[in-house]
């Protein structure tokens, strides 16, 4: 397998735009995680998913962002419109079971100018 | 709510030295604690998962000890390597929310030739 797998890995762009960041977990992996990792705040989790459902999301920041799993081998996390502070690297992780290692992507460095 | 701290945030020590990096944590009602190493520009590798009703696991040169009691995991790297250089972070599973991952702030370790 090639692991959890991160799209782009980096993103330059300017305050209004949109950004879309992609994940393609491992495959059979039934949990999905996605965390943004700044200096400030260090790694949080932003939201995660079982079975392609969201279950917790108590930790996107603001309504600006959301996040999607329409099957088992891909999620989006969507910024719109974004701001320089969410600049950061974010983070997908999966894994098979609730608790066990968590396997984690290379991240997506986000610049907002 | 749960906090997780790691001391020191930042270790250089020449090469073939035993050390010691530290987390705590503030809620002892923890499911598991995992040792994550991040070199830069990269995601995370687990290294260690430890159940809460275990004391240690050993991996190699590295072993990680838990005494939930009082709150504290240590990391013990033998005979430390140049390769060994990279961030530390540990993680705690609520005893709450099994599925979640609270971090560290991280230890900066880098050995030196």
């Known amino acids: 397998d090639a692991g959890v797998i991160q799209s782009p890995r980096h993103e330059v762009t300017e305050m209004g735009q949109e950004v879309t960041l992609r994940c393609k977990p491992i495959s059979g992996h039934d949990y999905l995680f996605w965390y943004r990792q700044t200096m400030m705040r260090g790694l949080e989790l932003l939201i995660y998913f079982n079975n392609n459902v969201p279950i917790d999301d108590s930790g996107m920041p603001e309504d600006r962002f959301s996040a999607k799993m329409p099957n088992a081998s891909f999620s989006t996390l969507k910024i719109q419109p974004s701001e320089p502070r969410d600049s950061a690297v974010y983070f997908c992780?999966?894994?098979?079971?609730?608790?066990?290692?968590?396997?984690f992507g290379p991240g997506t460095r986000l610049t907002v100018l | 709510k749960q906090e997780v701290t790691q001391i020191p945030a930042a270790l250089s020590v020449p090469e073939g030295e035993n050390l010691v990096l530290n987390c705590s944590f503030t809620d002892s009602a923890i499911y598991n604690l995992q040792w994550f190493r991040q070199d830069p520009g990269k995601g995370l590798t687990s290294l260690l998962l430890i159940q809460s009703s275990q004391r240690e696991q050993t991996s190699g040169r590295l072993n990680a000890s838990l005494d939930k009691s009082s709150g504290r995991s240590t990391l013990y790297i033998a005979a430390s390597q140049p390769g060994d250089s990279a961030t530390y972070l540990c993680?705690?599973?609520?005893?709450?929310?099994?599925?979640?991952?609270?971090f560290g702030t991280g230890t900066r370790l880098q050995v030196f030739p």
């Open positions: 993680a705690v599973s609520p005893s709450y929310n099994t599925d979640k991952l609270i």
């Open positions: 992780a999966s894994t098979a079971r609730p608790a066990d290692e968590q396997f």
